[in-house]
C-alpha cells in the first residue's frame, strides 16, 4: 500500500535505503540518511522516516530518544502503517506485548494485507496465547501466501492448540497430499508424526494407528514410531501386537522401566508370581540390566521378597554401589520390608567381620571369600538406613566404622554430614561436607553440595566462595551464578536471609528467581519462527504447554513462598526508617554508653563505605562488560530491556506489602492450586486484608485438598471469629454468600466447640494442638499457662525435630516465661541432643572443643585402624 505521506523520487529512494540499512543492521549510515530527509524544510516532519530513525536509536540503546522520534512520526502520520508497526516493534522490545498487538491492529486498519505485520502480530498472539486472534491472523496469511510451508502448518497448528483436532488434521492432510515429496527427509517425517499426534490427541486412536501403519516407512524417527504403537495397541486392546512391540524396546533399552509397566499391562497379568515370572524371564534375557532385577522388590512380599532382596543387595554390596540405598528408598514406606532389609544388612556385617562371607551358609559351602569393600558398604547402607529411620545415634556408629575401616570415600563424609543435618546440627554437617569437598577439589557436585549445606547454616559467605571456584573470574559469584540461573542457589539464600531477618536482600534473591522465570517465559518468542521453520512441531507444542505451566516448578514455588512469608511478615511488623532506627538508639544513654555506640556506628560507616567502594567497582565492571556485549550483540531487537535494580533496603520497606505478596500468589493459584500451602498463604494475606469473600474461598479449596491439616484449622477458628465481630457492620450480599457456607465449614459450632473438636480428634498431634492454643491464647490472654501446658506436656518420643522446634518457637508467641522455655528445650535436647535449636550458647562452645580435641586425635594418628583381613578402599 502507498505512504499516507508519499516522498519525491529523490527522498523516496533515500527512505528505501533507510529499510535496507535497518535490515543490514547498519544503522549509523541510517541514521545518516535519515537525517538528509529530514533536514529538507519541506520533510523535517514527515512521519515515517522519523519513526525509522526512532527504531534505529532503539537499536542503538538510546531508548528515550528513539521514543520520542517515533511517538512524534506517528502524530504527524496517524494513517501510516509504517508509523504504527514501528511503533508495535519499539513496545514489543520492551516487552509490552498487549500494546504491540494494539499498534499492529491499527497498523493494519490502513494496510490489512501487509505480510511482515501480519507476522508479527501472530508472534505475539501466540506469545500471549491469544489462540483465537492467531487463528484468524493465520488464516490471512493462509489465504496471501498459499504456497509457503509456515502457512500452512501455522493455521493447521492454530486449529490444534485450539482444541478442533478435526479441522487441523484436514489442513494437515490437504497441505501433505499438495507436497511432492522425492526423498523422504526429516521435515516430512515430524510432519507425519506431529500429524499422528493431533489425531491421537482427538481420541481417534484407530485413525491414528492407520495413519502409523500407511506412513511408517516415510517416518524416520523409529523409537517414536514404536513408542506410539505400543500406546496405541494398548487404547485399542490389541494386547498381543503391543507385547511384541513392548518386548522390542525393551532389547532396545532394558534399563527403562516404564517399558517393563507397559509390558506388564499388556499381558494382563495383576497377580504376583505372574509378574515375577515375567519379570525372571527379563531377568534370564539381559543379565546386566539393573531393571530387571529391582523392579520385582515393589511386587514381592513375604518368603519370596526376602530371597530377591537377599541376592539383590548381595550383588550390589559385591560390586560396591554406592546409590544402593537410594534404589531401595521407595520400599521404605512398607515396614515389614525394611525390617526385613536391616536384619540381612545387619547379619551381613556381623558374618563378613568373622568370616568375610555374607552368611554362615556361605562359609559352611566352602564359597569364595567376599571383596574387602564388602563390608564397607555393608557399613556404608546401614549408616543410611538408620539415618532415614531418624536413629542418629546408630547411624552414627556405623558411619564412623565405615570411615575408620576407608578415611578416603567421598560418600562416607557426605553421608555422616547428611546425618548430622537431619539430626538438626547444620554447623557439624558443614564440617564433614567441608572435609568431603577437600578430598576432591574438583567435583562440582560435592562443591554444590557443600555450599547448599553452608547456606543451610546461614553461612552465606562461606557458600559463597566454595561456589567461586566454579564460576566466572572477575565477576562475584553471586553475581555470576544469578547470571547462570542457578535458582538452587537463589532459593537457598533466599530462605537462610529470612532466617537471618534480612528481609531485603531475601526478597532480592525471591525477585531474582521470579525473573528467571519471565526471561524463560519471554525465551520462547525466539522459538515461534524457529520450530516453524525446522519443523519440530511436536517439540514446539511441548515447548508451548510446558511454559503455560513453568511456575508450577518447584523453585518457583519455594521462592515464591519465601517472598510471601516475608511480605507478611513486614505488614506485620514495618522495618523502622533506617534514619529513625539510629536516633531511637542514641536517645537516653549514658556519655559512657553513648560514646561506644558513637565509636559502633563510626565503624559500621567505614564499612558501609567499604563494601559501597567494592560495589562501585563490581558495578563499573558489569556496565563495562554490559557495553561490550551490547556491543557484539547489537541488532534490531533488542531484547533485554533494563530492568529496575534490585536494592535491599527499599524491598524491605515496601509502601503495600500485601499487594506485592498477591503478585507473588496468583501464579501459584492459577498453576500450584493442588498445594494445601497456597491456600494458606493466600487465607493469611487475605485475612490481613479483610476480605471475608476471598478467605472463605481459601478455606474451601484448603478443605477440599486435606480437610485435616493443623493449618486449616487455624484457618477455620479465625474465620469463624472474624465472621461473628464483623457480622453486623457485613455487606448484605456478602453475609449472604457466608451465610449459604456457614453449615459446610462449621457445621454449627461456635469457635469454642470447634476447638475442643479438633483438640479431641487430634489429642496425639502436636501440630494440630499447637494451632489450638495459639487461637486459644489469642481470644482469652488468661488462658496463657492452659495454652502452654497443652503443647508443652507431649510425651516427645513419637514426635519429630520439627515438630517440637516449630513448638519452641511459637513458645515466644504464646509470651511463655523464659523457665517454661527453658524446661521445654531441655526436654527437647534429650529426644534430640545434636538439634542446634535445643542447645544454648554454652552447649554449643562445649560441643565445639569437643569436636576439636577429637579431630586432633585424628590428625595425630597418622593411620587409622583397618580390619586385619581388609584393605582401605581408595576412592
Known sequence: MPSSDPLPPKESALFRKILKCYEMKQYKNGLKLAKMILTNPKFTEHGETLAMKGLTLNCLGRKEEAYEHVKRGLRNDLKSHVCWHVYGILQRTDKKYDEAIKCYRNALKWDKDNIQILRDLSLLQIQMRDLEGYRDTRYQLFKLRPSQHASWIGFAMSYHLLGDYDTACDILESFRDSQTVESHDYKHSELLLYQNQVIKESGNYLRAMQHLEKFEPEILDKLAVKETKGDLCLKLERFADAVEIYKDLIKRNPENTLYYKKLIESRRITKEDEILALYREMQQEYPRAICPKRLPLDVAKGKTFHELIDTYLRQNIRKGVPPLFVSLRSLYKDKEKVAVIAQLVESYVENLKVSGHFSAGDKEKNAEREPASALLWSLYFLAQHFDFLRETEVALKYIDAAIEHTPTLIELFVTKGRIFKHAGDTE?????????????????????????????????KEAEEICAKFTREGVSAMENLNEMQCMWFQTECALAYKRMEKYGDALKKCHEVERHFAEIIEDQFDFHTYCMRKMTLRSYVGLLRLEDVLRRHPFYFKAAKCAIEVYIRLFDKPLPAESSSEDIDSENLPPSELKKLRNKQRKAKKKAELESAQQQQAQVKKEQHNKSRQAQNADGDPEAPQLDELIPDKLARPEKPLEKAIEFLKPLQLLAKDRIETHLMSFEIYYRKNKLLLMLQAVKRAMRIDPEHPGVYSCLLRYHDILDKQQAEMDPNVKTVIDAERKNLFNGCTAKQLAEQF?????????????????????????RKEAIDKITSFNLEKQTLESCAKVYENLKYLDATEQESNNYRIECQKRFPYALIFQTARDKAVNKALAAEAESKNHVSEHHEVNSDSNPVIA
Open 428 to 460: 557439624t554437617a558443614v564440617y564433614w561436607l567441608n572435609e568431603a569437598q577437600s578430598l576432591d577439589t574438583a567435583d562440582r557436585y560435592i562443591n554444590s553440595k557443600c555450599a547448599k549445606y553452608m547456606l543451610r547454616a546461614n553461612q552465606l
Open 759 to 783: 483438640t479431641k480428634k487430634h489429642a496425639g498431634s502436636m501440630e494440630h494442638l499447637l494451632e489450638t492454643a495459639k487461637w486459644m491464647y489469642s481470644t482469652d490472654k488468661t488462658k
